[in-house]
């Protein structure tokens, strides 16, 4: 599989630099936001291939804007994460998301990586 781009949006800095890490070890090209805001500006900068997604963020829950996401970038695969399970958010019809729980891992990663 070719590099990716992946889009991390997270504050947890460890879990993102962790996730950076493991990511580029696969090849692909990484970049990370502590920030809901920062982290749509980046989006429409970059335009990954996929965006993990934390729900509660500075500048607003991630999960409320995943929806928004999937309307304007249909091809991006949307990775939400969150330490506890919320209710999902409503996405357009063939938005390419997933939920994952923290703590996050490995192997469950990959399987994401293989939709991509």
């Known amino acids: 599989m070719p590099g990716k781009k992946i ?3 997270d504050d947890e ?9 493991y990511f580029r070890r696969k090849g692909h090209d990484v ?7 920062e982290g749509k500006d980046l ?3 970059i335009v990954p291939d996929m965006v993990v997604l934390d729900n509660n963020l500075p500048g607003g829950t991630g999960w409320s804007t995943a929806s928004q996401i999937a309307a304007d970038f249909p091809d991006i695969y949307i ?3 969150s330490a ?4 999902l958010p409503v996405m357009p019809a063939g938005a390419k998301f997933n939920t994952i729980e923290k703590p996050i ?4 990663l990959d399987k ?3 939709k991509l």
């Open 7 to 9: 889009l991390i949006i």
């Open 13 to 21: 800095e460890d879990l993102c630099l962790l996730l950076k890490d």
């Open 31 to 37: 970049t990370i936001s502590n920030d809901l805001n």
């Open 43 to 45: 989006l429409h900068k």
């Open 79 to 81: 990775l939400l994460i």
């Open 84 to 87: 506890y399970n919320p209710a």
């Open 105 to 108: 891992s490995f192997a469950e």
């Open 112 to 114: 994401h990586l293989l």
